[in-house]
């Protein structure tokens, strides 16, 4: 049989799309919808409700107290997705984000990319994060995946272990080297809205950006409470 090379190509890019790239538009697709949804939802309940998800991934890390610090101080309860090789680093800052009534999702163990990450080393990865933070004593019922990518072995097990997976609506680019507190500030006042999930970073980033990250929140929290937001944590139940 005589199969072309253009053919064998073709069939990768396909089997590539439908691996990665597909799933993931389809749950950013999903991930809108639900936006709008609980949008509305809020707005029909109490329109005067400016409920807001704070989120912070990529840690536990270095950084990682000092937003522990201004969110105490305003009372503030956010959601935690931590790499569990740093969790495991940090063990400490993970008994303090829930003694202090903090939410934990699990953000994998090694924060790689799943599209370029085979079925069985993304499944393990996500394996060991899981039992990772269970062996810490704390177990995870909710999810996000590096650079919010999935792939087909993320999705089945995701869906085996019964987790929910939280993607965002704003993102402030904080993890940049070259982002100043003052602009990461501005950002979440002009890209918030009730209902949004705001992602955040307390690890990794460049040139200490948790820290800019920190102090960005010092500036954007009162500004956002006097605009009548209220934080809460995000539910398995979404
Ligand atoms: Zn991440």
């Given at each position: ?31 809108c ?11 029909k309940?109490?329109?005067k ?5 704070l ?10 107290e000092?937003?522990l610090?201004i ?10 997705f ?11 800052i ?13 953000h994998?163990?090694r ?25 810490l ?44 507190a003052?602009?990461i ?6 890209r ?6 705001i ?17 960005a ?22």
């Amino acid at each position: 049989m005589n199969i072309s090379k253009g053919k064998i190509g073709a069939a990768c890019v396909l089997a590539g799309l439908s691996y990665s790239v597909i799933p993931t538009v389809i749950k950013r697709g999903k991930n809108c919808l639900q936006f709008y949804r609980r949008k509305r939802h809020i707005n029909k309940q109490n329109p005067k409700e400016k409920k807001i998800y704070l989120t912070f991934d990529d840690g536990p890390g270095y950084y990682t107290e000092e937003i522990l610090e201004i969110l105490k101080r305003y009372d503030v309860k956010a959601t935690f997705f931590m790499v569990s090789d740093f969790a495991k680093k940090y063990p400490e800052i993970v008994r303090r984000v829930q003694r202090e009534g903090h939410a934990v999702g699990m953000h994998s163990r090694r924060h790689k990319n799943p599209m370029f990450e085979s079925p069985l080393r993304s499944y393990r990865d996500l394996q060991q994060g899981y039992m990772d933070m269970q062996g810490l004593g704390a177990p995870v019922k909710m999810f996000r995946p590096p650079w919010g990518i999935v792939n087909m072995s993320v999705l089945f097990w995701q869906k085996q272990h019964g987790l929910t997976m939280h993607l965002w609506n704003v993102m402030t680019e904080d993890w940049r080297g070259d982002e100043t507190a003052e602009r990461i500030a501005d950002k979440l006042m002009r890209r918030v809205k009730p209902g949004s999930i705001i992602c955040l970073h307390d690890g990794r980033g460049k040139n200490n950006a948790p820290l800019r990250t920190a102090m960005a929140l010092e500036i954007a929290i009162p500004k956002l409470e006097a605009q009548g937001y209220r934080f809460v944590c995000l539910s398995k139940e979404g």
